[in-house]
């Protein structure tokens, strides 16, 4: 299956209700549309993950980040400058200015990232944002290869798109909601880089 094909066909699952296994430029990630609320309940089902830890999302451009109603702060504008897209998932809180999708209502952070490959980036223009997670089960390490994934997370997958073996450390994030940016979790992007930014931004 060539990109073309695995892009319509993922589209089609995903606004069908299913759950995706998706590659990413970090792991492999498990998919589906944020407003369809038993994909997304399947999602917990497959990775057995506790329903207080909300899914991050992934996102196609800065406007379709700017439209989940988030409050972009001077760290939140110097880190997306620097490494979107790319490896870093931000936490944002929300504006009051803004309006939020229905979704995202109950929360009080959202972590976003924009990725760094093109499937993925096409596939975020057709769909609109997705709630993506790593493909594994909570707590396990993430496969390294689709199929894998797919079959641990049987039988709750409906779609899994294979690009082959994927060997790359998880988005590092960060909190910008906070009254001082916090490095939550050290990843592809290390954590002295990251301070670096922030101590030389305007």
Do not use: C
Request: charged fraction near 20%; glycine fraction near 6%; proline fraction near 7%.
């Amino acid at each position: 299956m060539d990109d073309a094909d695995a892009l319509t066909v993922a589209v089609a699952a995903l606004r069908a209700g299913g759950v995706v296994v998706v590659p990413t430029d970090t792991v492999y990630g498990l998919a589906a549309l944020p407003d369809m609320q038993r994909a997304v309940d399947r999602i917990y089902l497959a990775k057995d993950r506790p329903d207080h830890l909300h899914l991050p999302v992934l996102a196609g451009s800065l406007d379709q980040v700017r439209r989940l109603g988030v409050e972009f702060t001077a760290a939140a504008t110097t880190l997306a400058a620097r490494w979107w897209p790319g490896p870093l998932t931000l936490v944002f809180g929300f504006s009051e200015k803004a309006t939020r999708p229905r979704w995202l209502a109950a929360r009080d952070e959202v972590a976003v990232r924009i990725p760094q490959t093109d499937f993925l980036l096409t596939l975020l223009q057709a769909t609109g944002v997705l709630m993506v997670t790593s493909a594994n089960r909570h707590g396990e390490t993430t496969p390294v290869s689709a199929p894998e994934a797919g079959r641990r997370l049987a039988p709750h997958v409906d779609l899994v798109i294979d690009a082959g073996t994927l060997d790359s450390s998880p988005s590092t994030l960060v909190n910008v909601h906070t009254r001082h940016p916090e490095i939550e979790r050290e990843g592809a992007i290390p954590r002295h880089a990251v301070v670096s930014a922030l101590e030389h931004s305007p």
